[in-house]
């Protein structure tokens, strides 16, 4: 079989189209019609620009002929002290004319050499359940550390509740990075995330501060996407809940929603639904072509779950959350 390649830090556009080529012909065999393909800008944008605290290996093999890639992986190394022991696959795909001739089982024998190398004793992906995906990571050794449901609300005019919060508190927002005055209470927000159900996954939550938030927001906006960002401010200043959603391309009608949550002491108070409607007007405001959100809950994030139902999330389909642990060192 042909070498691998390895993808530099700033990937030409031809090596782009290439990898963009092999994501969209899989997305096109492994998941459902309705599930929007990524846009060239959202891989390009995650070739070039790192998530924060992380290093990127990214790996692909050649098709027989030269033409193009039939298969590629891109793995995360987190470079934060929670993580240094774990990691991210962020793709392991192959073409499906491609599949069955030993080419993932290829890609998947040099990440194992750069994790061993790294020293990360365990490494996890996202991947949809009852496929082809699951079955080979099965059987390279992985099991499902954290089942998950991808739920998808269509934006109507059904959805156009008006946004209630308790007196005294009121609505602050963005879009792109975090503005300076509330870059501090809202990485203490983000510690809410913390208790999120995680099941026996290895990777912990971040620990957020100031700089973290800017650099993660940054990413995003970087890569070419668009990131609004709503959030619930108690009358002492603190931000009580807040959501994160992502349009990965200036095109895209379907966004993505990154995190919501509330802390802890301000739970019970219906914030969590005020902050997803408030999003709704957002989106409307700035002009969006956004007609639906995805978000992923796990399968025991019972009060998330009933937020969800009560705006109109249906479930789509269900994936998890793989591991492998690894020998140690």
Aim: hydrophobic share 45%.
């Amino acid at each position: 079989m042909t070498d691998l390649l390895r993808l530099t830090a700033s990937p030409t556009e031809a090596e782009i189209d290439a990898w963009h080529a092999v994501v969209t012909d899989a997305h096109a065999r492994d998941l459902p019609a309705a599930v929007p393909a990524p846009d060239r800008v959202e891989t390009a944008g995650a070739l070039r620009v790192p998530a924060a605290s992380s290093r990127y290996v990214r790996l692909a093999v050649p098709m027989p002929d030269g033409d193009g890639y039939a298969g590629v992986a891109s793995l995360r190394l987190f470079d934060d002290e929670e993580n240094r022991a774990t990691a991210w696959i962020d793709r392991l795909v192959v073409r499906p004319d491609q599949r069955r001739r030993g080419i993932g089982a290829r890609l998947w024998r040099e990440l194992r050499e750069v994790l061993a190398e790294e020293k990360r004793i365990s490494v996890s992906l996202e991947i949809e359940l009852g496929g082809e995906g699951e079955q080979f990571a099965v059987a390279h050794g992985s099991t499902c550390a954290l089942p998950l449901v991808m739920y998808v609300q269509r934006i109507t005019e059904e959805t156009a509740e008006p946004p209630r919060l308790p007196a005294g508190y009121r609505f602050v927002h963005w879009n792109g990075v975090v503005p300076d005055e509330h870059a501090e209470p809202f990485a203490v927000a983000h510690g809410a995330m913390a208790d999120s159900p995680l099941g026996d996954v290895d990777e912990k939550p971040f620990q957020w501060d100031a700089d973290r938030i800017r650099a993660a927001q940054n990413a995003v906006v970087e890569r070419g996407g668009v990131m609004l960002t709503v959030v619930a401010v108690a009358p002492d200043g603190t931000h009580a809940g807040y959501s994160e959603l992502v349009q990965r391309a200036p095109g895209d009608v379907r966004a993505l929603q990154y995190d919501t949550a509330v802390a802890p002491a301000y739970r019970g108070l219906g914030l969590g639904r005020a902050v997803k409607l408030r999003m709704l007007e957002l989106l409307a405001e700035e002009g969006l072509p956004v007609r639906e959100i995805a978000t992923t809950v796990a399968d025991d994030n019972g009060p998330m779950r009933a937020v969800n139902k009560l705006l109109g999330y249906r479930p789509e389909r269900s994936i998890g959350i793989y591991q492998v642990r690894l020998p140690s060192a």
